[in-house]
């Protein structure tokens, strides 16, 4: 009976190719239409008696189809791996019998992954208690947490210094001071699908690094972190663009699966070892360490052209011109078929009537076209007219394809970073920041002229200053105060025509602009005054605001927690300030766009005419 049932289960899916590759079925795309109740499907299913029998309800007002009982059956039958030719076809890993690709039950699985962390941090030496928005519980609180927001201290910076502005052009270089996934979502509104290239640097989560959250779920929870932000980037990003990221090995291969998920693993373009040192690095037990990943996936590899660097003299030291062709240097190439079983395989006479036989693969043009070849001099005879010879010009060819494994030579080292920095500020002002010949090499092969560069990890500013000596559209993103004291003021001195870095290879002469603007700090603006506070009594008058204008938690009473507790005075300083941080609402850290006409926050004309004009809503002018 069962035999019989399967022969009829086949006969109906045999009408649907989209759900086979040759013998095998595609169980998980079956899976998924099945529970995106496709009717054409379903329906199909059901016009079989003996499914209908098997696999429905008769119920007074119809059918009701047992569909998990149905993908029960098709998750543990054998019976759909019978063919042998999946097992010619290809190699691979498999689960349950089946290949990776055709299967969803090998993924990389974490706690928290279905969730969204709330809130950041505005210093990186102070950590907090994790809050996890479940995408389906939580939905409204997430979509206020990711709701566009308002953007205050707009001001424009040019070789004449700052201004204030209240129009956002098209072309604008952009900087934004806060937390960065609030920051991307903000950012959908104008640039989706515009973004060629991202590069980001993350903290590696290595326990040394800015990463200082929950000791308990750190793993997990820096995968939620960096999950939040990659599929938002993920919108941003041009369909003909990539992302490269920047990793130690703490993290690399977790994050290359969750990128596979995300970006899908048919995108993964390459992992780039960057030699980042030349020092031996004593304090590695086993193996002395001196590179980072660079981790490159495209948002649609089908749509992409390749990646080129410029041809080196290295590439070109072959090619001469014996012979004075007037289509310049020339390098002999090969006239032999590049197919195996190409069978054009005739013989070629020269002048003198030396008879030229076909080599073993076979010619690689017709003897028409070889013919014409020899008429144009695209192909000579050799001086002892033993063969032929093709001409490979210099003039033809394009770029080279660049290679995997970069050392300093071309992409700098982290000591190179730090003097740079140290060129700019007088002192060491980064723990580790990346050199400017690796970022010049990154967006030279990644991206033209003109293109959006965004970086929202944006650090000491680097991505940005090489964006702007390379004429290319950046935007960055940083949450940490830093951006004021070092992002920002470098920029500028990139704009006053600096010659570090890149700046002589490029022959940057300094120009350009960019727009700076902060997100609206609400509960924001209460967390940095905590954290800013150097004893008790300096946070008294934080809980006096916090008490008449913060977004607390609805769970927690702010007068109990600090006038009528006794405990709460007892406690360290630090203690208080965590107890503290734990009160605010964190979902609440900035201001929707939505709120932007409420009386109660007092925008002025001018903020209001700036976001009309970033978010290009009604009323907006735009440049």
Not at 332 to 340: E, I, K, Y
Request: proline fraction near 3%.
């Amino acid at each position: 009976m069962e035999t019989k049932l399967l022969q009829e289960i086949h006969k109906v899916l045999s009408g649907f190719p989209e759900y086979w590759d040759g013998d095998t079925l595609l169980k998980n795309k079956l899976i998924e239409e099945i529970r995106s109740y496709n009717e054409t499907v379903i329906e199909a299913l059901l016009s079989n008696e003996l499914v209908k029998n098997t696999y429905s309800i008769k119920l007074t007002s119809g059918l009701l189809f047992k569909s998990e009982v149905f993908i029960s059956m098709l998750r543990y039958k054998n019976y759909w791996d019978n063919s042998y030719t999946k097992y010619t076809n290809e190699v691979g890993l498999t689960s349950e019998g089946k290949y990776l690709k055709y299967n969803t039950d090998v993924v990389l699985d974490f706690p928290h992954k279905d969730a969204v962390l709330e809130g950041g941090m505005t210093k990186e030496d102070v950590g907090k208690r994790e809050v996890y928005y479940h995408n389906v519980i939580a939905k409204e609180e997430i979509d206020t947490l990711f709701s566009s927001k308002i953007l205050r201290n707009v001001k424009k910076l040019d070789e004449r210094g700052e201004k204030d502005i209240d129009v956002f052009s098209e072309k604008e270089n952009l900087i934004l001071k806060g937390n960065n996934l609030i920051a991307l979502h903000s950012l959908k509104e104008r640039y989706a699908g515009k973004v060629k290239l991202i590069y980001i640097d993350p903290p590696y989560n290595t326990g040394g690094d800015s990463f200082r959250y929950n000791d308990r779920f750190n793993h997990s929870t820096w995968l939620t972190f960096m999950k939040n932000r990659l599929e938002a980037a993920k919108d941003l990003l041009a369909e003909n663009g990539s992302i490269w990221i920047n990793i130690d090995n703490n993290e690399s291969h977790y994050l290359n699966v969750l990128l596979d998920s995300i970006f899908e693993k048919e995108n993964f373009i390459a992992d780039v070892i960057w030699n980042h040192t030349k020092q031996s690095k004593n304090d590695e037990r086993f193996f002395s360490r001196h590179y980072n990943h660079l981790l490159v996936y495209a948002k649609n590899k089908e749509t992409m052209k390749p990646f080129e660097l410029p041809r080196t003299d290295e590439d070109n030291k072959n090619y001469r011109n014996p012979d004075n062709d007037p289509k310049g240097l020339w390098r002999a190439g090969d006239v032999r078929s590049p197919n195996l079983r190409q069978t054009l395989k005739f013989n070629i006479e020269s002048p003198d009537g030396t008879i030229i036989h076909p080599p073993e693969n076979g010619w690689r043009w017709s003897k028409e076209s070889i013919e014409e070849k020899i008429k144009t001099k695209e192909i000579i005879f050799k001086p002892d007219n033993s063969g032929i010879i093709r001409k490979i010009y210099l003039s033809d060819q394009s770029g080279r394809t660049p290679e995997n494994i970069w050392d300093s030579t071309d992409s700098g080292t982290t000591r190179e970073a730090n003097s740079e920095l140290k060129a700019l500020f007088g002192q060491s002002v980064f723990s580790t920041p990346k050199p400017e010949k690796l970022l010049r090499k990154i967006i030279q092969i990644a991206s033209e002229e003109n293109d959006i560069v965004l970086d929202f990890f944006l650090g000491t500013g680097t991505t940005a200053a090489v964006a702007m000596k390379m004429n290319r559209q950046f935007i960055g993103i940083e949450q940490m105060d830093y951006i004021n004291s070092v992002s920002v003021p470098r920029l500028q001195k990139v704009i006053e025509g600096e010659q570090g870095g890149i700046s002589e290879e490029v022959n940057w002469q300094g120009g350009g602009s960019f727009v700076y603007a902060e997100l609206y700090r609400l509960n924001e603006e209460f967390l940095h005054g905590i954290q800013a506070c150097q004893n008790s009594d300096e946070l008294e008058p934080v809980i006096d605001h916090m008490k008449k204008a913060a977004y607390l938690n609805f769970k927690v009473d702010l007068e109990k927690v600090t006038a009528e507790n006794e405990n709460f005075q007892e406690l360290s300083l630090e203690e208080q300030k965590d107890v503290l941080i734990q009160v605010l609402d964190l979902n609440q850290l900035y201001l929707n766009y939505s709120e932007i006409e409420d009386s109660q926050y007092d925008i002025s004309d001018s903020v209001k005419a700036f976001n009309y004009s970033f978010y290009q809503k009604e009323g907006a002018t735009n440049e």
